[in-house]
């Protein structure tokens, strides 16, 4: 996208004032390169796509079509070229979805950019922690976005600086950058960057469906192999893990080691809208003593804990920290 260079950058791209001129903006879009190339694997197939645009001479798009798993994952390289001149850059994802609705996903909650704002917020662009819904009578999308988190809903940024939003169709845009600032940000964008996505549907929409894979996409989990002669197994050679949650919807956001020897800080979200009475089982070891906890570990309320499980109640899209303390050697 280009454009906004004009009257001297004074114009609405920058300032909600309706005594400006709207910019005058142009869309540059891509144009393809070669030949797509499909590739076949055991798991599924992998589709390679060149192209190129304005400022921008090669876009090598990667998507991933599973065997396995109902998701399309698109990864996006982009050799990007630096210039002063105005410009915003875009990946468009435009979902046919009738009489659709939107949230996109908020800190602890999702949020319905149409009902949830304040008189006066930005709903030009909105800022997602990863997930986007959308959603009509007959079909629901989830869309992620890994590494850029600023998005336009059904168009791009034309400095209009609307006071209400009303969502006519369903395409997401991804804001990957833009240089529209004079301050606070860089005059030009150039370099290799990679965006990220990953896309699903279903029949009925699903937030925590949603919400899963976000948290899936944005924080996946790594292997790494270790090798020791003298290794002794102590799981089930089927798998198991360290700390299960429960209900569904109550996810372990991070864990990591106490001050005290063979204890955890145990950060949990209830990303669902119901009251809950949340769960963490440890299979393999034994509970000495739980407590919720502040960010630091520091005790504040007691907590229902038994051998092999910590319970305590959870508000709506609430968050909390336990401290469990674990018997050592025990499995």
């Known amino acids: 996208m280009t454009g906004g260079d004009e009257h001297n950058y004074h114009n609405r791209l920058l300032e909600a004032d309706p005594t400006l001129p709207v910019p005058e903006l142009k869309i540059n879009c891509q144009t393809l390169v070669g030949v797509p190339l499909v590739r076949r694997f055991p798991w599924g197939a992998l589709v390679t796509v060149h192209s190129r645009a304005l400022n921008t001479p090669e876009i090598v798009a990667t998507i991933t079509l599973s065997d396995e798993e109902k998701v399309v994952s698109f990864d996006n390289e982009v050799e990007k070229t630096a210039t002063l001149h105005k410009e915003g850059v875009y990946f468009a994802f435009p979902f046919a979805v009738e009489s659709p609705r939107v949230e996109y996903q908020g800190a602890t909650a999702w949020v319905n950019p149409v009902t949830d704002m304040l008189p006066g917020a930005n709903r030009q662009w909105f800022t997602t922690q990863g997930g986007v819904r959308v959603w009509g009578p007959k079909q629901s999308v989830s869309w992620v976005s890994v590494n850029a988190p600023l998005i336009t809903l059904e168009d791009i940024n034309r400095g209009l600086w609307p006071a209400s939003l009303e969502i006519r169709n369903g395409t997401v845009f991804s804001y990957v950058m833009n240089n529209y600032w004079n301050e606070d940000a860089p005059a030009q964008q150039g370099g290799r960057f990679t ?3 990953a896309v699903t549907s ?7 469906d949603s919400t899963y894979l976000s948290l899936e996409k944005r924080s996946p989990l790594l292997v790494l192999r270790h090798e020791h002669k003298e290794w002794e197994q102590t799981l089930p050679v089927e798998g198991s893990g360290f700390l299960q949650s429960s209900p569904p919807g109550v996810v372990v956001l991070t864990i990591r080691p106490g001050l005290e020897g063979n204890s955890f800080v145990v ?3 209830n990303t669902t809208a119901q009251e809950v009475t949340a769960s ?6 034994r509970v000495k003593a739980a407590y919720l906890g502040s960010f630091l570990g520091d005790r504040v309320e007691s907590v229902s804990w038994s051998d092999h499980e910590v319970r305590f109640p959870m508000g709506r899209f609430d968050l909390k920290t336990v401290m469990v303390h674990l018997i050592q050697g025990q499995n």
């Open 280 to 285: 963490l089982q440890f299979p393999h070891t």
């Open 267 to 269: 950060r949990v979200h």
């Open 195 to 197: 965006f990220r996505y």
């Open 202 to 208: 279903e029949r009925k929409p699903s937030a925590l």
